[in-house]
């Protein structure tokens, strides 16, 4: 029975070559053969094997060498490297480079079948790894986060999933909690990259110096602590999606690399002079205005201009209430589950008094209230006296809904601008920002609900 993996063997030596490659054909896997490194490496470019045998002596480039071009070329590409002249402290040395393993020449033929095996067993273990990390993705869209009731992300997720299959780099700017990595979870599974990594690196919770080794890596002894080689995010998401969540906070050294990586698409480890190149798409993510950054001189504009190809504004969820009550019961049902409780929905009261809160947390900070209240409810349906006072108390007592309280949502939001213009005299501005809307929004749910001039 045929086995339809591939092997590609590397080696100077024909008689050496020749004997791994008929040995292997009679094990019924796939051979490919190469010569030299360099031929090698155009193999494995265009066969793309999965598994590499290469000797390390050899003239011109080493198989020491060639580990490291492959692995430039796929980071998680298996590698056994043949020597005659080795040790173990070499051996380590390669393991520890990423060579799968290292094997001492005259090869014991069934040593490396058992070897074989294994790298074929440890590929398979990360690519089912892979494919569960895409399904627990795929759990969280259904989760509920992703909800689109409302116009506004209805149109940003048309607008996600047209872009989705370009190369383009992507800007998307939002409050916190907004869903900002979500969208670019989203990006990347519906891209052409989506077999390939999706590496996140949040921004804000690294110092500078760390910052730069974690985006580009370093070579051993490239500072303190620097013990050992690193591949850096970038190498990691070769050939998929480099998520930059909070790039606002990047510094301007940190940013002059950055920009160069985009422009050219390598760049030098930390301590290291070699040249490194990767196919990476960016989609970065900020809460600040990166615009406005650019005009307090706080961030490059040339590298705001590379990054701000395909720009995504994400609406905070006071500006989309709408969504509110599905991503209620989409929690409800979620953390019921988790929490082994059978709750089915939520009183009207709650509701009222959720959906008129602001929200400054969004979808983070709901979501988080609406596992607090399912943790303390002894009912089957969520009652308004588990929604926490900094919430009930958002609004004058008076506004606080009754029985007696419109049916609609839209009744809902029409009685709260009423409410809230009366609180602050009609002064449109200051109930907008009361509101948490922009004036121009106010004005259009005014005209909307034609609510009177001088209310």
């Known amino acids: 029975m045929a086995n339809f993996q591939s092997i590609l063997i590397v080696d100077d030596d024909e008689n050496s070559l020749k004997g791994l490659a008929r040995y292997l054909e009679n094990m019924e896997y796939d051979v490919l053969t190469a010569s030299n490194a360099l031929q090698a490496i155009d193999v494995f470019r265009l066969e793309k094997p999965d598994l590499v045998l290469s000797d390390v002596k050899m003239p011109g480039m080493s198989g020491s060498d060639l580990l490291d071009k492959l692995l430039e070329i796929h980071p998680s590409a298996k590698v056994i490297l043949m020597t005659a002249y080795g040790s173990v402290e070499d051996a380590v040395k390669a393991i520890k ?13 069934d040593e490396l079948e058992i070897l074989i095996k294994k790298a074929f067993s440890s590929k398979l273990l990360e690519e089912e790894n892979r494919e569960l990390k895409r399904e627990l993705f795929a759990q969280k869209f259904d989760d ?13 997720l048309k607008v996600v999933d047209k872009i989705a299959h370009s190369q383009s780099t992507v800007l998307i700017e939002g409050e916190s909690g907004t869903g900002k990595e979500l969208i670019a979870h989203r990006i990347h599974r519906l891209s052409q990259r989506s077999q390939n990594p999706f590496i996140p690196v949040h921004c804000a919770a690294l110092t500078d110096t760390l910052l730069t080794s974690e985006l580009f890596g370093h070579e051993k002894g490239a500072f303190t602590g620097a013990l050992d080689r690193k591949q850096g995010r970038f190498e990691r998401a070769h050939q998929g999606t480099l998520f930059l969540d909070e790039m606002g906070e990047i510094s301007k050294d940190t940013q002059v690399k950055l920009l160069r990586v985009l422009q050219e698409g390598e760049f ?10 990767v196919d990476v798409r960016v989609v970065a993510a900020t809460n600040r205005h990166l615009l406005e950054e650019v005009k307090a001189g706080r961030f490059r504009e040339d590298l705001y201009y590379r990054i701000n190809v395909i720009y995504i504004k994400v609406p905070p969820l006071r500006e989309r209430k709408e969504d509110i009550p599905p991503l209620v019961h ?15 929905g939520i009183d009207k009261k709650a509701m009222d008094l959720l959906v008129a809160y602001d929200w400054p ?16 409810s002894s009912e089957s349906v969520l009652q ?54 922009s004036r121009r929004t106010l004005y259009r749910k005014i005209e909307e609900y034609r609510i009177p001039e001088n209310s």
Request: overall charge positive; charged content about 25%.
């Open 384 to 437: 308004s006296d588990l929604v926490p006072d900094d919430i009930r108390s958002f609004y004058p007592k008076a506004a606080v809904l009754d029985n007696s309280a419109p049916a609609s949502l839209s009744e809902v939001e029409k009685d709260l601008i009423l409410r809230t213009l009366k609180v602050h005299h009609g002064n449109k501005s200051s109930a907008a920002q009361a509101l948490g809307i």
């Open 97 to 109: 480079k990423g060579a799968f393993y290292y094997l001492q020449k005259p090869v014991n033929l």
């Open 361 to 376: 947390g969004n979808i983070r900070e709901l979501k988080n209230i609406i596992e607090r209240m399912i943790v303390l």
């Open 144 to 156: 509920g986060e992703m909800v689109a009731e409302s116009s506004k992300m209805k149109e940003l």
């Open 330 to 344: 989409n929690f409800i049902r979620q953390f019921s589950k988790a929490n082994g409780k059978k709750l089915t």
């Open 268 to 277: 030098e480890r930390v301590g290291g002079a070699k040249t490194i190149k």
